[in-house]
């Protein structure tokens, strides 16, 4: 199972960028997906959750009303939009996928089974 994360890169505060997570080896309908990001230092955090077979979306209030998750099942790949990027948003990003049980944070890394090889944003002026 290979996760492929593109999409990432420098951009002014303010601006916006999409990262692309490309799956292979495995089907991302029946999983549910989600992105994190990590700095330096730091716990991995989670920034978007998209439950499998719901497709309901979830999103911490730290990039709540900026950031975008999508998937699509026929590409079997993910996608998430951020907007308004601010420099707390720079950190590397990675694509997770896996079963997520009920009750279970999305946001917190211990239910992932599978991870991309994370992208660099860099929001910097």
């Known amino acids: 199972v290979q996760l492929q994360a593109s999409g990432g890169g420098l951009v002014q505060p303010g601006g916006s960028l999409r990262l692309s997570c490309e799956a292979s080896g495995t089907n991302l309908n029946f999983l549910t997906v989600a992105w994190f990001r990590q700095t330096p230092g730091e716990k991995r955090e989670g920034v978007s959750c998209?439950?499998?077979?719901?497709?309901?979306?979830y999103y911490p209030d730290s990039v709540k009303g900026r950031f975008t998750a999508s998937r699509d099942n026929a590409k079997n790949a993910a996608f998430l939009q951020m907007n308004n990027l601010n420099p707390e948003d720079t950190a590397v990003y990675y694509c997770?996928?896996?079963?997520?049980?009920?009750?279970?944070?999305?946001?917190?890394?211990?239910?992932?089974?599978?991870w991309g090889q994370g992208t660099l944003v860099t929001v910097s002026s």
């Open positions: 997770a996928a896996g079963i997520l049980y009920r009750n279970t944070d999305c946001t917190s890394p211990e239910w992932v089974d599978y």
């Open positions: 998209v439950i499998s077979r719901t497709g309901i979306t």
